[in-house]
C-alpha cells in the first residue's frame, strides 16, 4: 500500500533555532517528492521537488534531502523566523499514472516561538 | 504565486442546502482537483479532470458533484448540505502530463450546521 508517514507530528522550536523534519513513504514506483508549506487556512506551497537522482536540493532556508534507497526525506529549516510557523507536508508521486497521482502525508505542525 | 482562486473563503450553511464551490486558474492548465482535508489530516482526492468535459472521482468518496465546461474553471456542488461534508476544500491545478506540480488555491472552510 503506498503510504506517506511524516515525523513528528509536532514540533515546537524558538526562533533562530534549527530544526529537521522527517519523511518516510512506500510509494512505488517513485517519480518525485516534493515538500509543501501549509499556513493555516490557506493552500499549500511547494518549496522543493526532488526526483529519483538528486539528494539534496536547497530553497533559501530549506534543504531537502532524498535517500531514494531507504526511501526517507528530510526537510531542514536552517534560521527559523516565526513566518515559519504552518504545517509542512511530504508528498510523493508515482510514475505509474497518467494524472501523476498524490501521496500526502498528514504533516508536520511546526510552530516558532519568539 | 499561483494563479488559483475559490470562493467563497468561509461558508457557514444549514443542514438540506446546496451550495456551489467556485474555482478559477488563469494558468491555462489542463487538469484541476479538488481535494478535502479535515484538521490534522492528510489531503484526499475527490476529484479531478483532465481537461474540458472529463471529470473523474477521486479516491475519497463524495457526495458531491463536478463540472468542466471551461478550462479555467472547476466548481464542486452538494445538492444538500449535511454536518458530515464540514471540512476544507481545497482546489488544485497542473499543466502538462504525469506528475507536475499541483497549484492549490487558498481553500474553502465550510461548515454546515
Known amino acids: 500500500k503506498n503510504q506517506v508517514e511524516q515525523s513528528p507530528q509536532s514540533l515546537i522550536i524558538l526562533e533562530g533555532k534549527n530544526c529537521t523534519l522527517q519523511?518516510?513513504?512506500?510509494?512505488?514506483?517513485?517519480?518525485?517528492l516534493r515538500w509543501y508549506k501549509q499556513d493555516t487556512g490557506r493552500g499549500p506551497v511547494s518549496l522543493t521537488i526532488m526526483t529519483f537522482s538528486e539528494n539534496t536540493k536547497s530553497n533559501g532556508r530549506y534543504t531537502a534531502t532524498l535517500d531514494a534507497d531507504t526511501k526517507q526525506s528530510s526537510l531542514h529549516i536552517t534560521a527559523s523566523q516565526l513566518s515559519d510557523s504552518a504545517s509542512y507536508i511530504c508528498?510523493?508521486?508515482?510514475?505509474?499514472?497518467?494524472?501523476?497521482?498524490?501521496?500526502f502525508g498528514r504533516g508536520t505542525q511546526l510552530t516558532v516561538w519568539p | 504565486e499561483a494563479d488559483i482562486y475559490q470562493t467563497p473563503r468561509y461558508l457557514v450553511i444549514g443542514t438540506g442546502k446546496k451550495i456551489t464551490l467556485e474555482c478559477s486558474q488563469t494558468?491555462?492548465?489542463?487538469?484541476m482537483y479538488w481535494y478535502q482535508q479535515d484538521p490534522g489530516m492528510e489531503l484526499h482526492l475527490i476529484h479531478y479532470s483532465y481537461g474540458v468535459n472529463s471529470t473523474e472521482k477521486g479516491d475519497l468518496s463524495s457526495e458531491s458533484t463536478v463540472s468542466r465546461i471551461r478550462t479555467e474553471h472547476f466548481p464542486l456542488t452538494l445538492e444538500s448540505a449535511r454536518p458530515s461534508h464540514t471540512s476544507q476544500y481545497l482546489c488544485?491545478?497542473?499543466?502538462?502530463?504525469?506528475?507536475?506540480?499541483?497549484?492549490f488555491g487558498p481553500g474553502t472552510r465550510l461548515t454546515v450546521t
Open positions: 494558468m491555462g492548465h489542463d487538469k
Open positions: 508528498v510523493v508521486s508515482d510514475r505509474g499514472s497518467t494524472l501523476g497521482r498524490l501521496y
Open positions: 488544485a491545478s497542473s499543466e502538462g502530463s504525469g506528475s507536475r506540480e499541483q497549484y
Open positions: 519523511c518516510n513513504y512506500t510509494v512505488s514506483p517513485f517519480s518525485n
